[in-house]
């Protein structure tokens, strides 16, 4: 079973609108880091979150976390073409050889004119 | 600074052979790991090097290996090649928590 669910899988939003992705652990987190991915190609990163209640912003996309919840939510405002892309979120899991970056599946955003 | 490079952009092979990708992280930084990134199940960790050191190890067959040379470059290998393997592999630098991801190797196995 997936340890990261995202929600939604995908996304279509026109121009301007906000949206929120979110991703959530079924292990406790420790931190937790969101990605953007242009199709088939590498991950950037964008931001880090580690303690609860922690929200960092980077232009306009905004994430904060919920330790109670193991929850992060990822939200951009005012969506422009330029935030089309794949959105993964990634945290380090506690597995049976120590800890190890595990991602969510991705939420794939499209922006339409 | 020159940003992480991986070697081939693109491969491919058939069932049965064995494969090498090539991971150069930022310079400076000792840590590297390695994903593999498939349609199906998603990025999954592989493992990580730090200084010449296996540091952790994701759950994959003993076909996957790696090893990081003293300049902190490091390579990956995939023995008797699957059809499963097929697979956008990428790999990542680390330095203060932040990983610093490749444009990734993309491996057709036929």
Redesign the interface.
Known sequence: S?ELEQSPQSLIVQEGKNLTINCTSSKTLY?L?W?KQKY??????LM?LQKGGEEKSHEKITAKLDEKKQQSSLHITASQPSHAGIY?C?ADLL?N??????????TSLLVTP | KAG?TQTPRYLIKTRGQQVTLSCSPISGHRSV?W?QQTPGQ????LF?YFSETQR????FPGRFSGRQFSNSRSEMNVSTLELGDSA?Y?C?STWA????????T?LTVL
Request: net charge positive.
């Open positions: 997936q931190g880091y990605y088939g190609e590498g991950l950037i990163f880090m993964l990634g597995s050889s120590g800890y190890a970056l595990n991602f969510g599946k991705g | 992480v790991s994903y998603g990025l999954q960790f990580e952790n190890k994701g759950n956008l990428l990542a928590a932040t990983q610093y991801f490749g444009p990734g993309r």
